[in-house]
């Protein structure tokens, strides 16, 4: 015989599995009606091509090492609004003020370090996308000597197959064009494989995925002919870099620690700033050594602990701040030089570029002449080739010249913080 209390627990049970079973149909049922209702397939929208400075715009939104700089900010704020809201703890420890004071540089050496990280960002971009640049000027010299050598080739045949006694084209030169043919076809591939790599390239440093779509408007490259002042630009540089407000910052957080360990008479230690944050400074650049002279950054110094007396303490504290002092005058000589290096590269880019942008059009006109007299059975085609291959060197001369160019400017810029401005960064018209 069936219990009546089981049988009504079981009968109040299937009310309850079916009600919530209900309310989860109803979800689901809203659910499938909606996804009928979209359209089989989306088109993506349109994307425009990107210029260079619109390629800086996305990277400064969408790099991934500006959002942890970005985060590293916001933790020195969040540092320096706890110490604020300590207001009690001012009154029992003499040393909070300095505390204080030395949050609020802390936040200042975050946004300078933000600031610098910026500037890599626009110089990595900058750089990758004047690479992508060179690489299709690259391949389109590649592709316009391959379609002149492949037209000589069948112009030769051509000679040969008339037969005339007075031509200088033989087989052996249709024979030299084909090998050169073949072996500019592997050139044209490895330039064809540097566009798709700088394009990879361009598109880690604006931090986008590595399958997204990255159009591109392809600007020339920039002028030549500007007047730059090496020590206007060294000055510029030391007035503007975040690294020398990291530095000097650090060196006041450095000289604030010495009275701070001058409180507390009777303790056997006490704590410094490190010990309760991350102040430092960037160094630039680091140290090499190859046959180039890099000399190396030196950096802030200052353990989480200082133990002994008071005037111990406070001793020890001066001698890590006289370190600081030297730190700033190290940055100061590495800015220095650095800007001077790039100095010289432009100069000696600028000059290059001159001197192959009036070589290129004459060794094109002596391909044209030495050109027309080989598709007349007039010259041989070892003439032909040496005059082709010399116009296509000194054409890819040209762009290696204006490349470095370019590059130069870029780093001018990255050097001295935004305080030289180079013409590519205005905005060209669209088409």
């Known amino acids: 015989m069936r219990n009546p209390a089981r049988s009504g627990w079981s009968w109040r049970r ?4 079916s009600f919530f079973f209900f309310l989860g149909l109803v979800p689901a049922a809203a659910a499938q009606e909606q996804a009928v209702q979209l359209p089989a397939t989306v088109q993506p929208a349109q994307q425009t091509p990107l210029t260079l400075v619109d390629c800086v715009r996305v990277g400064l939104e969408r790099q991934p090492a500006l959002a942890a700089q970005r985060a590293s900010v916001a933790a020195a704020e969040t540092q320096r609004a706890a110490l604020d809201k300590m207001i009690c703890a001012a009154l029992f420890s003499p040393e909070m003020g300095y505390r204080k004071q030395q949050a609020g540089l802390g936040v200042t050496i975050a946004v300078a370090g933000l600031e610098t990280a910026e500037w890599e960002t626009i110089y990595a971009i900058t750089r990758c996308y004047y690479t ?7 391949e389109s010299v590649a592709r316009g000597l391959l379609e002149k050598l492949e037209l000589a080739r069948k112009n030769a045949q051509a000679l040969v197959k008339k037969g005339d006694p007075d031509t200088l084209v033989t087989q052996v030169d249709v024979d030299k064009l084909a090998v050169n043919i073949d072996l500019l076809q592997l050139r044209f591939i490895e330039a064809s494989t540097g566009v798709a790599r700088a394009t990879a390239a361009l598109r880690e440093a604006m931090g986008l995925r ?15 002919g500007a007047k730059l002042d090496r020590e206007a630009l060294i000055q510029q540089a030391l007035s503007r870099r975040g690294e020398m407000v990291q530095v000097y910052s650090a060196a006041c957080v450095a000289e604030l620690e010495v009275r ?19 102040v430092h400074s960037r ?9 180039t002279y890099r000399p190396s950054a030196i950096g802030l110094e200052m353990p989480a602990t200082l133990v002994g007396r008071k005037a111990d303490r406070v001793a020890r504290a001066q001698d890590f701040s006289s370190r600081a002092g030297s730190v700033v005058e190290k940055t100061q000589g590495l ?27 004459k060794s ?8 027309g007299r080989f598709d007349n059975g007039k010259v041989s085609g070892e003439d032909y080739l040496r005059a082709r291959t010399l116009e296509e060197q000194t054409q890819s001369q040209l762009n290696e010249a204006l490349f470095h160019h370019a590059l130069a400017l870029a780093a001018l810029e990255r050097v001295t913080a935004g305080d030289f401005t180079p013409s590519f960064r205005r905005s060209p018209a669209r088409p």
């Not at 160094?283 to 046959?291: V, W, Y």
Request: glycine share 4%.
């Open 132 to 138: 992508v640049v060179y690489a299709r000027k690259q």
């Open 364 to 371: 094109a006109k002596l391909a044209e002449l030495i050109s």
């Open 14 to 17: 299937r009310q309850a599995v």
């Open 260 to 278: 701070a360990q001058n409180t507390g008479c009777f303790l056997p230690f006490k704590m410094t700033f490190a010990s309760g944050s991350d």
């Open 335 to 361: 800015i220095a030089l650095e800007t001077e290096d790039a100095f010289h590269k432009w100069q000696a880019a600028a000059a290059q570029v001159k001197t192959t942008r009036e070589s290129a059009p």
């Open 210 to 224: 590595h399958n997204a779509r990255l159009p591109l408007l392809l600007e020339d490259f920039p002028a030549t």
């Open 283 to 291: 160094p630039i650049p680091q140290g090499t050594s190859d046959g």
